[in-house]
Each structure stands twice: as C-alpha cells, then as structure tokens.
C-alpha cells in the first residue's frame, strides 16, 4: 500500500506563486513515477506535469515554462513549482504514483490551490 498526502495550497494573487509537495510512504518500488493533476469543479482532471524516478519529467502545454516539477527520492517526496500563477489554474491539485510493472494508481486527498485576479 502506498499513501499520499499532498501540502502547499493557498489563496494567491494572479502572478504569484506556490509550491506544492506530496509526500509518499508505504511500498514505494525503486523505479516509478509521480504526477500532479488538477481538477476544477465540474471539470475532468487533467495531468499537469509527471516525473520519473530517473529525473524524466513531462508537462501538460497549457503548464510549460510556468510550472516545474522536481522530487526527491530520499525523502520520497514530489514538488510542483508554480509560478506566473493564472486565475484558470485554480483547482485541486492531486498527487499520484504509480510503481514500475503495476497498473494500480495511488493517489492523495489532494490540496486546494486559489489564484484570485
């Protein structure tokens, strides 16, 4: 079992920015992969940005040169830096892993992030 809890949301001004952190403990294989998505209300969840164990990272367009994902596998933490914060990128952000050779995702309760305009 894995377990996933995500911090760092707020209520930030648009240009402002945040940085969130998911920390993951429980059966953590060596190789995996991190994601954040984020979900507006009445809107499907969307991946924002993914990274490998090997440091191989992925962002969504929309998030590209904005937002910068980053972990650290000792503390078996991921981040997401967010910058140049938009009033469209309020959501509830979630973090998910995702172990090498299992289709099981795990993700966190997630964390409310608020730009206001």
């Known amino acids: 079992q894995v377990q996933l809890v995500e911090s760092g949301g707020g209520l930030v001004q648009a240009g402002g920015s945040l940085r969130l952190s998911c920390a993951a403990s429980?059966?953590?294989?060596?190789?995996?992969?991190m994601a954040w998505f984020r979900q507006a209300p009445g809107k499907q969840r969307e991946l924002v940005a993914s990274i490998g164990s090997g440091g191989n990272t992925n962002y969504a367009d929309s998030m590209k040169g904005r937002f910068t994902i980053s972990r650290d596998n000792a503390k078996n933490t991921v981040y997401l830096q967010m910058n140049s914060l938009k009033p469209e990128d309020t959501a509830v952000y979630y973090c998910r892993l995702t172990n090498w050779g299992d289709t099981k995702n795990y993700w966190g309760q997630g964390t409310q992030v608020t730009v206001s305009s």
């Open positions: 429980g059966s953590i294989f060596s190789i995996n992969t």
